[in-house]
């Protein structure tokens, strides 16, 4: 039996971030930050430590700005709870570091229908725009909607967070 | 009586033309794949066959860059569904060579009001990212914009598409 | 007891501002129109002329480029509703005059918080499109996304309109 992983869409500075943070710390026991960040991006590390001002005690954190899925299969069990933030950054590593997308988004999907533990993961949706004339802009976008649409699949939950507002929409009851 | 037409939207690589497709294979009789792709356009040109690679043999291919009220007019009867892939890209060719947008607006609106057979029609949802700097990419979302509400209030059903899960928007019985 | 504010979100064109005027108008009582829009700006100066020409004899207009916070809560009353169109535009003044975002937003807030009357209030929704390159315009998403937030939070009502068509966010009992 696998625990469901939840999928939090939110737009930027939709408050999606907070919004899944508070989803993590509602369940009981551990909390895992598994931050995609890479170290040497000056704005994300301030993020991350907004992030970690934030954060209690009961998290630790792990930087998987590559492995993802390894990263979160090893992360997972029950009684804790790995919150991934986020996965459009992790696109964006794997392509500033060629590595094969398709491949990865399938380990990644594969991983999450095998988890041990719940997890939430975070992305920003980057589809709703004009679209882009700058050719790998629009590649990364198109990259990002094929991520989505294949973690929504195997998800058992799927929320959209406008404003800081959160709309389901899909929820499987796990089983 | 008219029969409904469904507007899907999406961001892009949302999964809309997918789950417009699989709306349209779910009612009986055939169904014609209304495109608006210009054919020297490669990258839409591999979509398309992309799109008729999925497809099986209930489907035919009617190509209407310009005349898509025209096309759409005779394409729809009793009995077979058309899908038109997509409103956007017919907007970006009837700009390209200045048509009267207000024009075709109308004309497929009237079309729609009075169609003899189910449409469902498929749009890229371009207004919800930051407002373009370049003044044709602000008119061509501005224009964008009033097509959608435009095809919406006669449509009879409204579906916005996110990572491939529809939110209905509008749903008004067919009579 | 505070009048309840509805915050309605919207991308571009999406039909948010009609949408925001009917309900004002489903209100007994007058209407005030409060335009953020500064006067020197052609385009919006064109927008706001529509607005008008849309409007009929309940409606006065009072222009608030950059006290909104002071303008809204001289227009609130019982017996009356404000409409403030719209917050991005306002955003952009700020940003434009080297205000302090944070502290004018936090003004609004409270005003929001202590309103005499009922108000619609529209914003732009920016964020759901590819990460801007350029740094201004990434502020500019960032900051709107937490001006929305902070909206949010005290608003009583929230509504997401595309294409014309509204979802409601949020929706708390006025008591």
Redesign the interface.
Known sequence: MSAPAT?V?G?????KSRYAESLVESQPGACVYLATAEPHDGEMARRIAEHQARRGERWSTVEAPLDLPGALASAAAPGRTVLVDCLTLWLSNLLGHDRDVAVERARLCDTLAALAGPAVLVS???????????KL??A???????L??A???VAGR?V?V????P?T??DIPHT
Not at 127 to 134: A, F, L, S
Not at 140 to 146: E, I, K, L, T
């Open positions: 999928l869409l737009g930027q500075r939709s408050g920003n949706e980057v589809g709703q725009g004009v679209i882009p004339e700058n802009a629009r990364f976008v198109d990259q990002a909607g094929r989505h649409q973690v929504a699949a799927v959209f406008t404003a800081g507002l709309q929409l899909k």
